[in-house]
């Protein structure tokens, strides 16, 4: 099974005015979108996720505040930090994700390149661990 974590810098067009980013399917971003979901008003201390992906590839963008994304695949644990909206980080497939330490004011948007479906999580830590070595 696939799994593969990208940061993704995005072109910012800023000018006196302010700052703006465009993201276009199959341009900056390598798949192209069928679902956007977002989070936020997030309750101080709590951690979401604790799953992992079949196949979904999901871009996820901190358009407002900060969290900490903590992946892990192949036995390698990394921590990236979301704090600005020029910046996205691309999961795919069996990552193991938590976001975690999100601030009051986070606004985390995810564009995934698939439908909602249940059946493509892995929710048992012990079957994502035994997934990675089929
Ligand atoms: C992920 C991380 C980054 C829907 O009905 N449709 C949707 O598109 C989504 C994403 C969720 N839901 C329902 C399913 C649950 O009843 O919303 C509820 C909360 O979902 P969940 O507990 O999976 O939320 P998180 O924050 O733990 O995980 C979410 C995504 O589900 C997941 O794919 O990778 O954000």
């Not at 799994?3 to 900056?28: C, K, M």
């Not at 309750?43 to 996720?49: N, V």
């Not at 976001?99 to 004011?105: H, I, R």
Request: include cysteine.
């Amino acid at each position: 099974m696939t799994a593969n974590i990208t940061l993704i810098p995005f072109e910012l067009h800023g000018d006196d005015r302010g700052s703006l980013i465009a993201l276009e399917n199959q341009r900056n971003l390598p798949f192209d979108i069928k679902r956007v979901y977002y989070i936020y008003a997030t309750k101080t201390g709590i951690s979401r996720g604790f799953h992992a992906h079949k196949n979904l590839k999901q871009i996820l963008i901190a358009v407002k505040g900060s969290v900490e994304i903590h992946c892990e695949m192949h036995d390698q644990k990394t921590i990236y930090l979301l704090d600005t909206p020029d910046k996205g980080l691309l999961i795919e497939g069996m990552v193991w994700h938590t976001m975690e330490n999100f601030s009051p004011d986070c606004v985390l948007l995810v564009l995934a390149d698939d439908y909602y479906n249940e059946a493509d999580y892995i929710r048992d830590y012990a079957i994502f661990k035994q997934g990675e070595h089929v």
